[in-house]
């Protein structure tokens, strides 16, 4: 397998380029992260990259350490560049640094893999994710405690049926790779793609 820093710059790229085709329109619409639209997703992604140590203790001190107060500064921050600069800014981040290198990047490959799909199922411009960048993701997910995935997940075995992958005991919740990934990411436009007998209960997860 490639370095997860190597595949979370070429998603971040993949990423860079699809926003370059994107209309005026699809910019402002809402992305599949409540109260952000799909140019506070873009925004986001590369806002912790874009930080030193100190300038990231020292948000998270003025967050009251708050992961999603720390998002929304970010995401504020970047309201104020054009759609241009937005695209910019990801390019020039797009090889992970700071903090989005811990666990060898797969914070960075993760991070952009969701919202990248967090965009594109927003717009209904669904792609193929590379496999290795997928599994990669998948691999991370369940213990990627930023996310709600590790309690999603609990009891629960997923089984992706288009890569070599699954995770978990218990009732079976089966279908692609990136639908897991989404759902289990707290996305409920995932639950579509999903079958099983676990995937009631993954389902009232993502609902309450």
């Known amino acids: 397998m490639a370095a997860l820093k190597d595949l979370a710059t070429e998603e971040r790229r993949d990423l860079a380029d699809f926003l370059d085709t994107l209309t005026d329109d699809e910019w402002t619409r809402p992305s599949l992260c409540p109260g952000w639209s799909v140019r506070d997703v873009a925004g986001h992604v590369p806002s912790y990259d874009l930080l030193g140590w ?11 350490f708050s992961l999603s107060r720390c998002n929304q500064a970010g995401v504020d921050r970047s309201r104020r560049q054009s759609t241009d600069e937005l695209v910019a800014t990801l390019r020039a981040h797009a090889v992970p640094r700071g903090v989005t290198t811990m666990f060898g990047s797969a914070i960075a490959l993760t991070d952009a ?28 997910t369940p213990r990627a405690r930023a996310l709600p995935a590790p309690a999603n997940i609990r009891g629960l075995r997923a089984v992706a049926t288009d890569v070599d992958w699954s995770h978990g005991t218990g009732p079976e919740v089966r279908g692609p790779g990136e639908a897991i990934l989404v759902a289990l990411a707290g996305r409920e436009s995932g639950l579509a793609d999903l079958t099983g007998p676990g995937l009631d209960i993954l389902a009232a997860r993502l609902r309450r």
């Not at 100190?54 to 009251?64: N, Q, T």
């Not at 669904?126 to 991370?140: G, K």
């Open 113 to 140: 893999v969701i919202h990248h799909q967090d965009i594109r199922r927003a717009l209904d411009r669904p792609r193929v994710v590379p496999e290795e960048r997928l599994v990669a993701a998948l691999d991370f």
């Open 54 to 64: 100190p300038a990231l203790l020292s948000l998270f001190a003025r967050s009251g």
